[in-house]
């Protein structure tokens, strides 16, 4: 991922955020109702996740990508880890869900 693109990705991400939680302050404000509103929220709150992972994973690529990209060892520790945590939650998911 380029600088431009990363940047251009962590700008719209915050600006759609900031322009979402504006309407709906504007909605607190002006005390309204209705299915409409009620409508209006849920798509906010959707879009504003949406919205915080495009800039999450744009944050998170890029500090992988500058960690990773001249040391193979740190990608291969890096890697490690990240599969013993997959395994370790695969496990506590089964054990959970399980009948006694």
């Known amino acids: ?4 693109l990363f940047f251009k990705y962590l700008c719209v991400g915050f600006f759609f955020i ?9 909605i607190e404000k002006y ?10 929220r849920m798509s ?3 879009f504003n996740f949406l919205c915080l992972v495009r800039v999450f ?3 998170w ?4 990508y500058l960690l990773v990209r001249h040391d193979p060892y740190l990608k291969r520790i890096t890697l ?9 939650s695969v496990i506590e998911n089964d054990t959970d869900n399980r009948d006694i």
Not at 61 to 64: K, P, R, Y
């Open 61 to 64: 690529t890029t500090i992988g």
């Open 57 to 59: 994973f744009c944050i």
């Open 44 to 46: 906010f709150v959707i």
């Open 1 to 4: 991922m380029t600088t431009k």
């Open 80 to 88: 490690m880890i990240a599969s013993f945590f997959i395994w370790k």
């Open 18 to 26: 900031l322009v979402n939680i504006g309407i709906s302050f504007l």
């Open 31 to 40: 005390n309204l109702s209705g299915f409409w509103v009620f409508y209006i």
